[in-house]
Each structure stands twice: as C-alpha cells, then as structure tokens.
C-alpha cells in the first residue's frame, strides 16, 4: 500500500517541478525528493540508555529511547522531551545533535497519577503533547486501553517542565459508545495542541482508528472543548482506518497535518505487519487549519489522502508519533521514534529510538534531509 501511493505522489511532483518556476531544490537532477530513495537516515541522539529495564511496560523509557516523543524548548534554553509510558518521562538534553547534546531522563510529569489515570486503573499515559503558550507549558496526555474506545485526553501544565513542577487537571476530553457524536465515534487519544498563529485560535486535534483524526476549538483556557466545533481532518475509509498520531505545523502561510498511519507496536519479527502497514509518516496541508488538507496528488486527507514523507528503509522501521520543532536554529526539524534495527534487532517496542530530521519545503511540501 505504502509503495503504491509513493508511485502515484511521483508521478505528480514530476509534473508540478516542470511547470514551476521556483529554484530548482537542493536534490540532485535525477533524484526525486519526494520518492523513498531520498528519505534521510535519522539523525542519532545521544543519552541515557535503560536497556536493563527494556522489556518492562513502564519503566526502560526516556533518554534515548522513546515512543511518541513531544519536543519542546524549556525556559532553561534546554530542549525537553516526553514519552509514552513511565508516567510521561521527562527528558533534558542542551542540544538535538549527538556530539552536543545527551538525553538525560529526569523523573516523570504525573507522579502521584493522575485523576484520570486513578479512575479508570491504568496507570499509563500515552502521548504527551507538551506546548508553551505564554508563560505556561501545557502537556495534553491520553488514558487508554490498547483497542479500546473508551479513552481521555487530560492536562497537566507547569511553568518549568521539572518533575514536581506539574499540576494535574484531569480531563479536557473523553470518549465512549455513550456519550454525544462525534465523541461516540472517535477515540480522545493522541492529543495535539495547536494555536494558530495567525488568529491565536488554539485547537485539539486527536484521534487514533475510530473515525480517525478529529478536532475541536478549545476554551481560552485551554482546558475544555467548545461544543459544536468538531471536524473530521482525516480519514482512511480501509479497515482498520489506521491513523493516529497526529501534529499540526504551520510554514511559509500553509498548515500542515502530520499524521502516523499503520501498526504502531508490538512488532514481531517473526510475524511482521504486510509491508506497508507497518507505522509511517504522513502529511497533507491547507490554508486553514481546519481543513480541508490535501495531499501533492490534491486528495482530500478526509478521503485517504496524504503523503509518505518518511517510512521503513534501510536501517529504519515503522517510524511514527511525529512532531515539529519549529526554529531549531532557524531551521524547523521533524523528530519520531523508530525500531534501528541494528541496535534493536528483535523490535522492542522499548528499544525505540528518537530520531530526527531537518524538514524542507519544496514548493510548499515538506521533505525531510539529513543536513
Ligand atoms: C520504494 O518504492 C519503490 C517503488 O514504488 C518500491 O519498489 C520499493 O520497495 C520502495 N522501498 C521502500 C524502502 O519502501
Ligand atoms: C527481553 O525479553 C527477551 C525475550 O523474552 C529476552 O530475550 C531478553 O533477554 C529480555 N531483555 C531483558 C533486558 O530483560
Ligand atoms: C492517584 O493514586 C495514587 C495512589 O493511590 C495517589 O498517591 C495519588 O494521590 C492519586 N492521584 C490523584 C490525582 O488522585
Ligand atoms: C453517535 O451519536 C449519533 C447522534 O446521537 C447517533 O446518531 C449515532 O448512531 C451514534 N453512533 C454510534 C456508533 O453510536
Ligand atoms: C511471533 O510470531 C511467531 C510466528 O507466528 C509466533 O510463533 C510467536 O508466538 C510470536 N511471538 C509473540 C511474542 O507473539
Ligand atoms: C544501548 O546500550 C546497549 C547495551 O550497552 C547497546 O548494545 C546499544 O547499542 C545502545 N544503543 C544505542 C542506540 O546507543
């Protein structure tokens, strides 16, 4: 499936790159920068490495190994990231590049739980999605059941980021079969905080399977949805709908949906996904951040549109749980996890990697470079 809609999105560039008039991109001539022969290798990190804990569900996270990681600069000039698992582990690192920086893990974000999490007996966030809006920062985070409907998106906030710093706000956000549509048909995990730039605006994008990507207006406040603002952003209308993940970026006047599309875990590697439907990124854009976002070939992301901007090769498998660092010294970098499958060649879930790239925008669609 994956290599199919690859063909299609070359055939299209090609054509678009002909008629334009903008300066050539930094490619070779012969090579396509939207085909899977110029997808970079992940830029590695450096940091704490807890391959003692690698099989556990809850601890053997943070450092370097990562699942669904959220970025964000702290008020120390730090970069901070968040992950899956571990009560949402926090880590530090000076810098992204691997001779620079080193990911320290410094304790969890939900230490005592949460009201959410103490509810309904999971004692596992996913997802955290952690943004500054003025002098605060707020970390969205999802409560769940692997296959399950019934699901919350909470929020914590902080003014520092460090462990002990954070207060718990419980839910913003929940689904099941019994509540009101869209939320009876949509599953409130994977959450993202988008503020529009241009109107300040703040949005919750979510969603993961179950009608897959939805958003609502947010309160001023940040902490409740306004009723009556729910959109569908994307949908893949073949079983199992396997969208989640989602991210919205802005550049250069256009809105990006960055979504991950495919299994996300519990690879087997003596039983793998078909290929293809392992986890991978993709994107679509719009002048609204509403929608409707399309792909290069100009389908709707609502009707399975969307393109690959980076999935399986060489080393890489499954990358996903994607986002942007916007002006990582003026540049903006889209960061993931990913199975290396040198340093984790069974595919542990916990062996996960964090991995980045710098994005380009080539007439106004991302591409993703190693330099
Ligand atoms: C890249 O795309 C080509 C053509 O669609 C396909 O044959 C190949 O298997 C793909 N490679 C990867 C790594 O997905
Ligand atoms: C993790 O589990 C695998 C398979 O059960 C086992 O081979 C490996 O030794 C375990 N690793 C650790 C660190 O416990
Ligand atoms: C959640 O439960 C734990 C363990 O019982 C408790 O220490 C903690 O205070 C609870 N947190 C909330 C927010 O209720
Ligand atoms: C969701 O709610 C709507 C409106 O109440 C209803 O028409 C629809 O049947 C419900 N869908 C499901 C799957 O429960
Ligand atoms: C992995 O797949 C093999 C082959 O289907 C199966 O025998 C094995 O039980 C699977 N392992 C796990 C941990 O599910
Ligand atoms: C993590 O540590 C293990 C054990 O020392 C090592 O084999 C592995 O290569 C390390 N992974 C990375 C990405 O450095």
Avoid at 74 to 86: L, V
Avoid at 96 to 102: A, D, F, L, V, W
Avoid at 263 to 275: E, F, K
């Amino acid at each position: 499936m994956a290599s199919l809609r690859a063909s299609g999105v070359t055939a299209a560039i090609f054509s678009l790159l002909a008629c334009s008039t903008v300066a050539a991109p930094p490619y070779g001539h012969n090579s396509n920068p939207f085909s899977n022969a110029s997808w970079p290798l992940p830029r590695m990190v450096r940091g704490q490495n807890d391959t003692a804990n690698a099989n556990s569900t809850t601890q053997g996270w943070g450092g370097i190994h990562l699942h669904d990681p959220s970025l964000v600069l702290g008020p120390d000039g730090h970069y901070y990231s968040f992950s899956t698992h571990g009560l949402t582990v926090i880590s530090r690192a000076s810098e992204m590049g691997s001779i620079e920086g080193y990911w320290e893990i410094l304790g969890s974000v939900l230490e005592a739980g949460s009201s959410v999490i103490n509810s309904t007996g999971s004692t596992d966030p996913w997802a955290p999605d952690v943004h500054r809006v003025g002098d605060t920062y707020y970390d969205y985070y999802a409560v769940s059941q692997f296959g399950s409907q019934i699901s919350s998106v909470g929020l914590a906030t902080s003014k520092t980021l460090l462990p002990g710093s954070w207060t718990d706000h419980g839910a913003v956000i929940s689904s099941s079969p019994d509540v009101s549509y869209p939320l009876n048909i949509t599953n409130t995990i994977d959450p993202n905080l988008f503020v529009d730039p241009k109107t300040h605006t703040p949005f919750l994008n979510y969603g993961s399977f179950w009608a897959d990507i939805y958003q609502f207006q947010l309160n001023p406040d940040l902490m409740a949805v306004r009723q009556d603002t729910a959109v569908q952003l994307s949908f893949d209308p073949v079983l199992p709908q396997a969208e989640e993940g989602a991210y919205m970026s802005y550049a250069g006047g256009w809105y990006y949906l960055w979504y991950s599309h495919g299994l996300c875990c519990g690879y087997n590697i003596s039983a793998l996904p078909t290929p293809g439907t392992e986890y991978s990124i993709r994107v679509g854009r719009s002048r609204s951040p509403s929608g409707p976002f399309v792909d290069m070939n100009g389908v709707d992301l609502t009707a399975g549109g969307g393109y690959i901007v980076f999935g399986s090769h060489d080393y890489v498998y499954g990358p996903g749980g994607q986002g942007v660092l916007s002006n990582y010294h003026g540049r903006d970098v889209l960061y993931y996890h990913y199975v290396n499958t040198i340093v984790d060649p069974l595919y542990y879930d916990n062996l996960k990697l964090l991995g980045w790239n710098y994005i380009n925008y080539i007439d106004g669609w991302p591409v993703l470079s190693y330099n």
